[in-house]
């Protein structure tokens, strides 16, 4: 590991100011689970770390019905586990929290370091993907608000530009009525990024599906929504031949790749049978809970 100046900015605008004046050659540490293997390996050579952990509200969760979730962007996987309207409401982000690491790792990595890290195989990708989150990101000008899905913008490539910190993520309140869940496949059952992850969220009554979320991830350049799956599904009856078809149609949309951890035709089929499997699923939890 190369030597490095650093920074413990107590304000937003400090560390937007920091990033301003160093450009490419300032890293912002929030977690440090990825950015510390990183730059041990060689593969990162910052001149300049910005600290964002003494910035006030950044680790922050509050709730309302009517305003939603606001995350803060180094708020940790354990304290996210631990938030009551999480547990309450939004279900599969804290299953997804769940299989994240280790105790170790959850007590240290935070959720807007895992999004900045832009793993197409990121767990926490497809959750707030189905749950609509949106980016709160501060920056030289006026602050903006992005959709979870445009942030990404390649392999560890994230669309932020010049200057620009992501602060956390606000959730609109989801409908009393979904139920989801989250799936991965991977070698081993703890501590092991997903070969294939997928979350879904499905609203279903009277024997139709009425609304049906389907992210992915690990099968593209960046996780993605099945959009095409979930058109198809929306006002069809719920029966087996709707779900495997529409496990079909997000398969269809995958443009997954082969490397040392699977073949693409091996993502392939686990899309399919993952797609199919978290619909049943979500939609048992329909009809346990009416």
């Known amino acids: 590991m190369e030597n490095f100046e650093y920074f413990e900015p107590k304000t937003l605008k400090e560390a937007v100011s920091l990033l301003v004046k160093y450009k ?4 912002l540490l929030a977690g440090g689970t990825d950015l510390m293997i990183e730059m041990k390996g060689g593969y990162v050579k910052p001149k300049y770390m910005i600290n964002l952990k003494k910035i006030k509200g950044l680790d922050k969760i509050s709730f309302g019905k009517k305003e939603g979730l606001r995350i803060g962007a180094l708020v940790t996987w354990s304290t996210l586990l631990s938030s009551k309207p999480i547990n309450q409401y939004y279900p599969v982000l804290r299953e997804t929290a769940s299989l994240i690491g280790c105790p170790q790792i959850r007590n240290i990595g935070t959720i807007g370091g895992n999004i900045c890290h832009a793993s197409p195989s990121a767990d926490s990708a497809p959750a707030l993907m189905i ?4 980016c709160v990101v501060a920056g030289p ?5 992005i959709p979870i899905e445009e942030i990404f913008a390649g392999v560890q490539k994230i669309s932020l530009k010049q200057g620009e910190i992501l602060t956390g993520f606000h959730i609109p309140t989801p409908d009393t009525e979904s139920k ?7 070698p081993r059952k703890a501590m092991d990024l997903p070969i ?14 009425q609304d049906v979320k389907i992210a992915l991830g690990a099968v593209a350049p960046t996780p993605i929504r099945a959009r095409r799956a979930e ?7 719920v029966n087996d031949q709707s779900i495997r078809k529409a496990a079909e ?14 073949s693409r035709e091996y993502r392939l089929g686990l899309v399919k049978e993952l797609t199919y499997r978290a619909i049943t699923l979500s939609i048992s939890k329909n009809i346990t809970q009416e």
Do not use: H
Not at 24 to 27: I, L
Not at 141 to 145: D, K, T
């Open 24 to 27: 490419r050659g300032a890293r």
């Open 141 to 145: 000008g006026r602050e903006r608000i």
């Open 231 to 237: 058109s198809f599904l929306f006002g069809k009856p």
């Open 249 to 262: 149609e997000a398969m269809m949309e995958s443009k997954p790749i082969t490397d040392m951890r699977a």
């Open 131 to 134: 749950y609509e989150a949106q």
């Open 180 to 186: 989801g869940c989250y799936l991965k496949f991977s």
């Open 196 to 209: 294939v992850g997928v979350g879904v969220l499905v609203t279903a009554s009277n024997g139709t599906f």
